[in-house]
Structures are given as structure tokens and as C-alpha cells.
């Protein structure tokens, strides 16, 4: 029980990862996929994120976090066989 409750962990909080990093790889791209063009994304973004009122704010919120649960369902969908651990089958010769 305690080994499908850590790859249960594993799974969501890799799943997490891997969308996060898919939104940093969406500023990367529109940086021009250069360091210095990343940062003027993320230094533009936050300078208006941080003027704007709370209602434009709370609006952003709720885009992200669609946009967040539209990716974190596409990847689940691609890592589907990944989600319950592996089981040995019964007449397979263990190694190891």
C-alpha cells in the first residue's frame, strides 16, 4: 500500500514538474528561445501583473489555472500507462 501511495506521489508530483516546465518553455519560445529574451518575458509579465488591479488580476488567476488543468490533463492523458505501478506477472523470472 505504501509503495502505490509513493508512486501515486511520484506521479502527480511529476506531472506537476512537467507542467511548470511547459509554461517556462512557453516563455523560452516566445523569447526567441534565448536566455536574455526569457527574462525580458518574465520581467514584462510580472511588471504588469504586479500594476494591475484586483480584478484583472483575479481574471489572470482563473486563466491560469485553466491553462494549468488543460495541461496537467494532456500529460496525464500521454503518461496514462504510467499512473498504477508495475506488477510482475506471475510466471515472469525475476532478476536480481
Known amino acids: 500500500m505504501l509503495y502505490s501511495l509513493l508512486h501515486g506521489l511520484g506521479f502527480v508530483a511529476s506531472t506537476l514538474l512537467i507542467t511548470w516546465g511547459l509554461f517556462c518553455l512557453f516563455f523560452l519560445a516566445i523569447g526567441g528561445f534565448s536566455f536574455d529574451g526569457f527574462v525580458h518575458q518574465l520581467n514584462n509579465f ?6 494591475a488591479d484586483p480584478t484583472r488580476t483575479s481574471a489572470f488567476l482563473n486563466m491560469f ?5 488543460i495541461l496537467s490533463t494532456a500529460v496525464i492523458a500521454l503518461r496514462a500507462d504510467r499512473i498504477l505501478p508495475r ?10
Open 65 to 69: 489555472a485553466i491553462a494549468h488543468m
Open 46 to 51: 510580472t511588471t504588469r501583473y504586479v500594476a
Open 87 to 96: 506488477r510482475d506477472e506471475e510466471g515472469a523470472p525475476r532478476h536480481g
